[in-house]
């Protein structure tokens, strides 16, 4: 999270998104996103 603090602090606001998408990828990996939405959605 330190890495997108840092970037929107340059107002980098691309860059703090590059890693914020990368951040939820990551997440939505290790918690099996789509099995949870689909629970969530029926």
Same mark, same amino acid.
């Given at each position: 999270?330190?890495? &997108?603090?840092?970037?929107?602090?340059? +107002?980098?606001?691309?860059?703090?998104?590059?890693?914020?998408?990368?951040? &939820?990828?990551?997440?939505?990996?290790? +918690?099996?996103?789509?099995?949870?939405?689909?629970?969530?959605?029926?």
């Amino acid at each position: 999270h330190k890495k &997108i603090t840092e970037c929107l602090n340059n +107002s980098d606001l691309e860059g703090a998104l590059g890693h914020l998408e990368a951040h &939820i990828v990551n997440w939505s990996k290790r +918690s099996n996103f789509k099995s949870n939405i689909s629970e969530v959605t029926r």
